[in-house]
Structure formats: structure tokens, C-alpha cells
């Protein structure tokens, strides 16, 4: 009998009905498993009921994301509630600290130290987590980014063996950050920015012994994995893609060549995401050659000025396994023969040079199950290929990345379907009216179907020059149906001189002008704008605004630029009952909805793999997008 009914029995008050409903642990735990992708509610009902909190704070907990700038409220909250850490399965340690610092490249050339991070409080927490979890058994799965090199050790030193025996099971995810911005500064006068020799062979030697001590701590990790038949690594990346590959490369250090070597030997056969972005100071030529890996299924490799493309043929010769290619390899000696096939190859995403035109086409016939694509060799050679055959050589492909638009429009009338497109900036010579031109001169218009099929569109617009007539003609239902989420770059480009309150002023009054004209886009459910601009100081905006009907999240700028915001839609109804607004157009009557855009943690769209891998694009030309457009209709591609 549960608490409520035993209560009742006893005092003869009957219970009401949301009372009984809640007493039902099943019943809630349903229901809190719906809130925990926006988590704020979750944790407002926590807030206001004593009676459920153990119960909706250890759902919170499941996915526990650690930011070094919330490791010291993370602790002083676990450490208040121990019991809660038992219910963590799924962590994510992440240097946030030393990554914004990366990410920002107006504090590029400042002479400032590192900043503290929290590693004795991270010690701590680890710790308690361990002491709770080993009562359970099982310890959570681990993805760890240390956003510094030279923090290898402080990192290892979390997971000591003395300290934490047990935690290392499941460590499926390590990621390293691209360089060691702090290890030198800028004072002395000499024009290459105080370089000294001794400084520079000691800090290489440091480095070394770093990666020879991360070799032996995923040594023992995975003979741990092995003794509890956990995942083992999974997921390894050096560096990020997304980062200036010159500014990254100013602080950079060799990776230790034996490491990848090491690597390879103790997690051959569990590693099946490689991430690697190397900088001027590595050689492919020391990297690929060292490494075999039995299940790699992802690669994403980059570099500027890239030398190795005869080591990396061989690498992909002896890697068939691969499901998705992403290579960025700019300026590199020769191309890519494309010469391999990959069974199961779903999706590339290359630059890489241009092989030759036959090549490309051989490549594209060999990989027909390919469902994304950001070259535009694969819609051609897809064409080329088919040119004999009404059917498209790619009939499973639907998501593609082009500057090109007239490469489309033969694909289609071949039977082509994409449902993502991502229009590319360049893809116009004059920019000024792209939308105009999409929407009454593209393959779009010409091909029957070709609308129908978009799910997702993303475009690089000046949105000062675009008239929000044609913004509002173009997203409309009426053109592209079942167009689900947009992203827009370059929304509105806010004078840097502005101060934050007249540029977030600025920024919303434009916003509230979007979201009006996009009332047409009836099936909108996902909105991203990018403007290089600040981020909101308010934890609502556009309150009493107009959104589209179908409205559900909002994204504000982009990782690779700054820090985006995500919103939420919430209702001006009182009980979160939708009531639909009116809105006049040049179309005729449209209907909108009337709310407010409340801001809600990244971890809505977090995705988050059985092994305890959080996916993180890196680079991908899809980065942010939420959905999963393979398929139609489109679908929540979340854990």
C-alpha cells in the first residue's frame, strides 16, 4: 500500500486524484522521464514537493553533465544528498573553463594566467560518487574532455587507483583539447613572441611524459572494462576541428608519437570514433601508420598544410569498417584517390582535394547506401553515374551540404529526395536575394516533390537586406510544407561597439519581427539563428510574442562563434493551453501562437549512446541540428 492510501486509511481523508497519481512511483517516474529533456520543470517540481524530490532529483542525476564551472555546486549539492549519486549512470567531465578560453579569440593575445580549475573538488566528487555507486555495483559510464594537455595528469589523478579504485569501469569517452594556450606568455622581446629553445624542449618533454602516463591509465581502464564487461574506449579525440587550426597551432605541442602506438595496442578493439585535428607540429606520417584499430567506424581527421595522404591511403585501406568519413585537409600536397570501399558507408563529409572526375564517380557507385554528404562531387557523380537510369544511384540519400544549387535539380528529376539541405554560403552571387531566387528559381520550384521532401533548411542570409515578406513567402507551409527546423546564419550583424543592453535591445527587436514574419512555417518546430552576436542576459525574451503554431525550441548563435542560449516556447495561457493568435499577411489570415521564450540547459538536445558516449558533431556541417532527417516524418535523435 502506498504512503497516500496508508495515510488516508488512517486519517479517513480521502485523497484527490492528483494525489493517487503521484502515488504511484511507476506514474511518476514516467512522468519525470518526459521533463528531464528541458529539466527546468523537473527541477521545479523537485523544488516544491518534499514528498517526490528523492525520487525526481536521482532522475535529474541519471545524466549528470559536470562543467568545471559547476563542479564546486555540484559537490556541495552531492555531499548534502549522497544517497542522489547513486542513481548517476551516465557522466560527462568537461573543462568548459579552458575551452571558452580557446573558443575566444578576443582574448587571444592577452597576457593572462591560466585559470584555476576545480580539480581538487572534482577529486571529491569523483570520490563520493565511487563510495555511493560501488554499494550498487556498477559504476556510471564516463566521457571526459580535458580542455588542456598539460591537465592530462590532474585529470589521471581524479581517477587514482588508491583514491577510486572501481571508477575507471566504464570510462568510454576521452578527449583532449587542442593546445596549451597558457604554456607560454608574451614578454619577452623577441619577434617570434618570446620563443625559447630550452623553455620549448622542456615543455615537449613534459608533453611526452603526459601521453605516456594517459596510455597506461586507458590500459588499466580497459582491463577493468574487461573484468565488469564494460564498454571499454569508445570515443578518443585529439584537438577540435572547429578551432582556428592557426590559433590553435601558435601553442601547440607534438603528441608523443608512441602514444598512438599505445593507443592502438591496448583499445584496438573497442575504439570506434577517432577524433583527431592535428597541428602544424604533427606529422601524419608518425600518427597513421601507428595506428589499427578492428571496429573504427568514425573518423573525423583534419589539419592544415596536410603532407600525409599517402599514409592516410593506407590507413583507409586497412579501416573498411568506417560508417562516417570526415575529412578537412587543407592545402594538402595531393588529393585523395578515393580509391577504398566502405560497406557501410552512411555519410562524408570531405574536403580533401579534388580527385579525378572518374574516380569520384567510381567512388559514389560503390557507396550506394550513402545517406549524407556535404561535397558536391557526390550529388555530380551521383547524376553522372545515373545518367543512363531514371533511378537515382543514391536513393537513400537525404541530407546534403552545397554551394552548387544547379547540381540538385538533375539529381532530383532523377528521383533524388533530399529532406536537409544545408545552402552554403556562396551559393548565390548576389546574396541580397537568395530567398526570392530559392523560392521561385531553384530546383525547389522545378521539380514536383523537391519542396514537399525538405525537413530541415539551413542558409546564410543578411536578414537586413531580406524583406520579411519574402522570409515570410519562403518558409511558408505553403512552399515547403513540411519544413520542420531552420537554422539561419548571419541573422543580424550587431555593431561590436554596441553595449550589451542596446545590442540585446537590438537583437530582440529584430527577433520579434522573425518570429512574426514565420508564422507561415505551420510545421516549424526548431528554430536556429546565428549572428555572431552577445548572448541574452535574461532567462526569458520575447515575452507576450508571436510564434509560429508549431513552435517548440529556439537556438541562439552558434558553438563555433560563441556559446549559443537554447529556448524553450512556453504558453501566455495561465495552464499552458495554446490559444491561437491571429496574424494578418499579404497571404490572408495566418495563426500564430501567443508566449514567451524561456532559457533552458544545452542538455535538451543532448544525445547520449547506450555506451555512454555524449555525441559532439565536432566540425560536422550538421552541427546543432537536432533532429534526425533521415527518415520523414523527422524524429528526436536523443538518448
Same mark, same amino acid.
Given at each position: ?11 479517513g481523508v ?14 511518476v517516474?514516467e512522468?519525470?522521464?518526459?521533463l ?37 555546486n ?28 580557446y ?24 570520490a ?16 571526459c ?15 587514482? #587507483? ?15 583539447? #587542442? ?77 608523443? #608519437? ?31 601508420p ?20 599517402d ?20 592545402e ?5 584517390s ?16 579534388n ?43 537525404r ?5 552548387d ?31 526570392q531566387?530559392?523560392?521561385t528559381?531553384?530546383?525547389?520550384t522545378r ?54 543592453p ?7 527587436r ?38 509560429p ?55 535538451w538536445?543532448?544525445?547520449?549512446s ?22 520523414? #516524418? ?6
Amino acid at each position: 500500500m502506498s504512503s497516500t492510501l496508508a495515510t488516508a486509511s488512517q486519517t479517513g481523508v480521502r485523497p484527490n486524484s492528483a494525489q493517487l497519481a503521484f502515488s504511484v512511483a511507476e506514474l511518476v517516474n514516467e512522468i519525470a522521464s518526459y521533463l528531464l529533456r528541458d529539466r527546468v520543470d523537473l527541477l521545479t517540481l523537485a523544488a516544491v514537493s518534499k514528498r517526490l524530490r528523492p525520487q525526481l532529483l536521482g532522475i535529474w542525476a541519471r545524466q549528470l553533465d559536470l562543467p568545471f564551472t559547476q563542479v564546486a555546486n555540484r559537490l556541495r549539492f552531492f555531499q548534502a544528498n549522497p544517497l542522489i549519486s547513486r542513481h548517476v549512470q551516465y557522466l560527462r567531465i568537461r573543462d568548459d573553463i579552458s575551452v571558452q578560453e580557446y573558443s575566444d579569440s578576443s582574448r587571444m593575445f592577452e597576457e593572462t594566467s591560466k585559470p584555476a580549475l576545480p580539480y581538487d573538488e572534482l577529486h571529491q566528487l569523483l570520490a563520493l560518487i565511487h563510495e555511493q555507486k560501488s554499494q550498487q555495483g556498477t559504476m556510471p559510464f564516463i566521457d571526459c574532455l580535458v580542455g588542456d594537455k598539460e591537465d592530462i595528469i590532474k585529470l589521471l589523478n581524479a581517477f587514482s #587507483p588508491l583514491k577510486v579504485p572501481r571508477m575507471g569501469e566504464r570510462v568510454s569517452a576521452i578527449r583532449i583539447g #587542442p593546445t596549451g594556450r597558457h604554456a607560454h606568455g608574451y614578454e619577452s622581446d623577441d619577434e617570434s613572441f618570446g620563443f625559447d629553445q630550452d623553455a620549448e624542449y622542456e615543455r615537449q618533454e613534459e608533453s611526452n611524459e603526459n601521453w605516456t602516463e594517459l596510455v597506461h591509465f586507458i590500459a588499466h581502464a580497459q582491463k577493468l572494462a574487461r573484468q565488469t564487461k564494460g564498454p571499454g574506449l569508445v570515443a578518443f579525440q585529439y584537438g577540435d576541428p572547429i578551432i582556428d587550426p592557426d590559433e590553435a597551432s601558435m601553442w601547440a605541442t607534438q603528441v608523443f #608519437p608512441p602514444f598512438w602506438t599505445g593507443l592502438s595496442k591496448v583499445a584496438s578493439d573497442t575504439l570506434r570514433d577517432l577524433t583527431v585535428a592535428l597541428t602544424h607540429k604533427d606529422w601524419a606520417s608518425k600518427v597513421l601508420p601507428r595506428l589499427k584499430l578492428a571496429n573504427l567506424n568514425t573518423l573525423r581527421l583534419s589539419q592544415d598544410h596536410f603532407t600525409g595522404t599517402d599514409q592516410l591511403e593506407a590507413f583507409l585501406d586497412r579501416h573498411s569498417t568506417i560508417m562516417h568519413l570526415n575529412l578537412q585537409l587543407y592545402e594538402n600536397e595531393q588529393p585523395w584517390s578515393m580509391r577504398q570501399t566502405f560497406p557501410k558507408l552512411v555519410s562524408v563529409d570531405i574536403f580533401a582535394g579534388n580527385a579525378a572526375e572518374q574516380d569520384q564517380t567510381d567512388f559514389v557507385s560503390r557507396h550506394v547506401i550513402l545517406v549524407s554528404s556535404s561535397h558536391p562531387f557526390i550529388i555530380k557523380a551521383a547524376t553522372k553515374a545515373s545518367a543512363d537510369d531514371q533511378d537515382p544511384v543514391l536513393p537513400k540519400l537525404r541530407i546534403c551540404a552545397i554551394s552548387d544549387l544547379n547540381v540538385l535539380e538533375d539529381f532530383a528529376k532523377r528521383g533524388g529526395r533530399l529532406s536537409e539541405v544545408h545552402i552554403q554560403s556562396g551559393s548565390f552571387r548576389d546574396e541580397s536575394d537568395i530567398l526570392q531566387r530559392l523560392r521561385t528559381n531553384s530546383w525547389l520550384t522545378r521539380v514536383p516533390g523537391a519542396a514537399q521532401a525538405i525537413t530541415c533548411l539551413s542558409i546564410h542570409i543578411e536578414i537586413m537586406k531580406c524583406d520579411l515578406d519574402e522570409l515570410r513567402a519562403t518558409f511558408s507551409s505553403d512552399f515547403l510544407p513540411n519544413l520542420t527546423e531552420l537554422s539561419i546564419t548571419y541573422f543580424q550583424a550587431i555593431e561590436a561597439s554596441e553595449d550589451e543592453p542596446s545590442a540585446n535591445a537590438t537583437a530582440k527587436r529584430y527577433l520579434r519581427a522573425v518570429f512574426h514574419a514565420l508564422v507561415s512555417a505551420r510545421s516549424l518546430r526548431i528554430l536556429h539563428l546565428t549572428d555572431r552576436c552577445r548572448r541574452f542576459s535574461t532567462p526569458d525574451i520575447l515575452v507576450d510574442g508571436v510564434f509560429p503554431s508549431a513552435l517548440e525550441y529556439f537556438v541562439w548563435l552558434k558553438r563555433d562563434w560563441n556559446r549559443p542560449q537554447h529556448f524553450r516556447f512556453v504558453s501566455a495561457h495561465t495552464y499552458g493551453q495554446i490559444e491561437p493568435v491571429e496574424v494578418e499577411s499579404g497571404e490572408g489570415r495566418l495563426w500564430g501562437k501567443r508566449g514567451r521564450l524561456q532559457c533552458i540547459p544545452a542538455m535538451w538536445q543532448q544525445k547520449i549512446s547506450s555506451d555512454g558516449v555524449w555525441d559532439r558533431p565536432l566540425g560536422s556541417f550538421r552541427d546543432g541540428i537536432v533532429l534526425d532527417h533521415s527518415s520523414f #516524418p523527422p524524429t528526436w535523435a536523443l538518448s
